[in-house]
Antibody
Framework: QVQLQESGPGLVKPSQTLSLTCTVS??????????WSWVRQPPGKGLEWIGF???????YYNPSLTSRVRMELDTPKNQVSLRLSSVTAADTAVYYC?????????????WGQGTLVTVSS | DIVMTQSPDSLAVSLGERATINCKSS????????????LAWYQHKPGQPPKLLIY???TRESGVPDRFSGSGSGTDFTLTISSLQAEDVAVYYC?????????FGQGTKVEIK
């Protein structure tokens, strides 16, 4: 069974770049068919889809964030990375990585535990 | 973007009673080639990641109790908990995966009356 684990700094200063890594175990990120997604939840608010990266490296980002977000695959390490630039307090949230199996009809069936990132000076 | 609207925002139900959550999409999420609605339901408890309950609007994910059921097609969907248990207290989200960007409903908080 695939497992996902997010890691990265819990505190980022305003205007800097947020960088997170999702380490996948129990399955290869390059094995095909899955989109590796990032979703966030600001404190007291709902879930927001940030975007995903396909196993081929093709990316799809939320239009509200597309100018600031980048996702990459590191296939030797079986990791997916998220970078969000020029952060503000509004980017404070719990960040989740998830596997999206839409091509199999399933949507996001496996999730990491999430990591809280606070944007503050 | 497809806008997902849930109702109600919160509801309190007695143990053993039925809970019903509605979700409406601003455009159809029905894929004509396979007649499947690309609509999922998640359960989200504090301190835990969201858990997929239902996909394709009505297919229960493996391991999900059968008191959870999904129905609907096109733009109107319902999640029903047939007999509410204490462990079902959570926020429930609908989400479409018909296209990008994926979008979620605002969430429905389910509590015990």
């Amino acid at each position: 069974q695939v497992q996902l684990q997010e890691s990265g700094p819990g505190l980022v200063k305003p205007s800097q770049t947020l960088s997170l890594t999702c380490t996948v175990s129990g399955g290869s990120i390059s094995s095909g068919g899955y989109y590796w997604s990032w979703v966030r939840q600001p404190p007291g608010k709902g879930l927001e889809w940030i975007g995903f990266i396909f196993y081929s490296g093709r990316t799809y980002y939320n239009p509200s964030l597309t100018s600031r977000v980048r996702m990459e695959l590191d296939t030797p390490k079986n990791q997916v990375s998220l970078r969000l630039s020029s952060v503000t307090a509004a980017d404070t949230a719990v960040y989740y990585c998830a596997r999206d199996g839409s091509d199999y009809g399933v949507s996001m069936d496996s999730w990491g535990q999430g990591t809280l990132v606070t944007v503050s000076s | 973007d497809i806008v997902m609207t849930q109702s109600p925002d919160s509801l309190a139900v007695s143990l053993g009673e039925r809970a019903t959550i509605n979700c409406k999409s601003s455009q159809s999420v029905l894929y004509s080639s396979n007649n499947k609605s690309y609509l999922a339901w998640y359960q989200h408890k504090p301190g835990q990641p969201p858990k997929l309950l239902i996909y394709w609007a009505s297919t229960r994910e493996s391991g999900v109790p059968d008191r959870f059921s999904g129905s609907g097609s096109g733009t109107d969907f319902t999640l029903t908990i047939s007999s509410l248990q204490a462990e079902d207290v959570a926020v429930y989200y609908c989400q479409h995966y018909f296209t990008t960007p994926r979008t979620f409903g605002q969430g429905t908080k389910v509590e015990i009356k």
